[in-house]
């Protein structure tokens, strides 16, 4: 019997897979340096400060109370695994920005965190629908070790750049890396163009 190997036996690489990464389908490893938070939604705030017109601070009830934005699609960490199809629901940062005013100044944002983890963004990055803050994935309120009750997601960049536990964001007229960026990943962290570490 003959056996033509190849054709039904070898899969084309998934075009939504970047360079370097793998499918981890039904998984979603946790992955984060500072020990994971216990942090009440009572508690928990949101603030946009620094170059701004003015600088706004919402409460967990707050900022349920702006528009909705979804996302839906894929994500990539730079550990190599990447997952498709994920929904995330929570509020755009334009409208954040948008309540704050940022000013013509602004280039650039440092991500904070209720936990001290930082990381940095061009403000390009943040703007145009290309970043939320999230608290619901695949439909369930985040789980504490995803970030719980919120955290950042810009799925266009590795996903150390989504901050967990995020508390806010200070907009600067200059870069200034982060935790990770600091330690030597990318200062930017494209996935398509396999920006892992500085140098890439
Ligand atoms: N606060 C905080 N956020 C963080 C990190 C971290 O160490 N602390 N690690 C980042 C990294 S490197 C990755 S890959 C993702 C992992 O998110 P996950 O655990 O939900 O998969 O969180 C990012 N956000
Ligand atoms: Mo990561």
Known sequence: ?????????????????????????????????????????????????????????????????????????????????????????????DTLLEAAGPLPAATHAVVLTHSGYTTNLPLADLTGGKAWVVWDADGTPLTREHGGPARLLVPHLYFWKSAKWVSGLRLLDHDEPGFWERNGYHDRGDPWSEQRYQGD
Do not use: N
């Open 1 to 93: 019997m003959a056996i033509t190997r190849g054709f039904t036996g070898r899969r084309a690489r998934d075009p939504r897979l970047p360079p370097g990464q793998y499918d981890a389908r039904d998984e979603w490893p946790v992955l984060h340096i500072e020990s994971t938070p216990a942090l009440d939604t009572a508690q928990w705030t949101f603030g946009v400060e620094g170059l701004v017109e003015r600088p706004v601070s919402w409460t967990w009830d707050e900022i349920h109370a702006l528009p909705r934005s979804r996302y839906a699609g894929d994500i990539h960490c730079v550990t190599t695994w990447s997952k498709f199809d994920m929904t995330f629901d929570g509020v755009s940062v």
